[in-house]
């Protein structure tokens, strides 16, 4: 009876019952939970948290012309992740249509490579025009459910095609303009181009003779697929000028447009002028000649003056005098721009 009340008794009887205890967790509680079966005298309590998948690069609406990576992030709180759950899903939109990859295994907590172009994940382009899912599940059979709410959702803006910059011009529209463009000195004049991209275009610069004129600025500053840019040229001296505009999309590099020439009006030049005969009567044909060019090849028209009261639109016309005399002929040479040049030929004379 003195054993039962010594310390070392119930030390023993402590230390036998920690054991016990030791060995039922470690092998039958331990046994119980991976089998899947719950002891006589307990409950296993179930695993309810749904695994963790996000996209943590790159952010929603960025901007891809070529193939890039998305970083994901895989977890699970509870039960473990099921390694071999992890999925993706690429959906391409384009107006009404849609293209869609189904959900695809991925390897978890590792990059994605998501192709851009045609017949590639990313198939179409256009703003927000590919779309990645990812989810993935736990050893409880736990599903990710993806949303752009939890960042298993990105959406992203593809842009392959660079912009298309139309010709410089002054008029309404490109489709009204003749080249070169004919312009003149000291006149101000609003130089145009017109950018399409599928995306958005995002800045042009014009240029005048390779020199860099500064920002053009945006006829409808709403406008983002289809801009018409224009900025003020005031040309100060006569001669040819060069102009092209440079411009960007929000992805691609710079694109140059295609040069066109601005020409200030140059006058006709008439080398010479000539009557021949310079002396008859009446009955002479006098045979005027005339030798022009004009700088810039546009229409002229010619205007005869006589000295006799009569005139002619023939270039190179025949007169009859009826009074007898001596005239001074004249012709002036103009183009379709007003520009003009004047000869005087030799004096005819006019005998009965």
Known sequence: MKFLKSKKFWFTILALIIIGLLIYFIFVKKESIENGTTPENGEIEQDEISPISFIRSPTLGSWHSINFSVKVLDDDLESGLDYDSCEYKVVSYKDEQERSSGWMKRKCNFDL????????????????????????????????????????????????????????????????????????????????????????????????????QGIMLKLDPDCYKECVFNKEFKPETTGTYKAFAVCKDTISGWQKGETMELKTNLAPIISSCRVVPSSGN????FQFFLDVL????????????????????????IHYYENPGTYKPQ??????????DTCTTAWVSVVQ
């Open 294 to 317: 004009d700088p810039d090849n546009n229409e002229l028209y010619f205007s005869w003056d006589f000295n006799d009261g009569e005139s002619s639109s023939l270039k190179n016309p």
């Open 331 to 340: 012709v002036i040479v103009s183009d379709n721009q007003d520009a003009s």
């Open 113 to 212: 490579t998501i192709s851009v172009g045609e017949n590639k994940m990313c198939s179409f382009e256009g703003k927000d025009a590919c779309w990645i899912y990812v989810r993935s599940k736990d050893n409880d059979n736990n599903q990710h459910i993806a949303k752009l709410s939890n960042k298993s959702v990105a959406y992203f803006s593809i842009d392959w095609s660079k912009p298309f910059i139309s010709k410089i011009f002054i008029t309404n529209t490109e489709q009204e303009q003749t080249y070169p463009i004919n312009i003149k000195e000291n006149k101000e004049y609003i130089l145009k181009t017109e950018v399409i991209d599928n995306v958005r275009v995002a800045v042009c610069y014009l240029y005048i003779n390779d020199k860099n």
């Open 282 to 285: 009446f009955e002479t044909n």
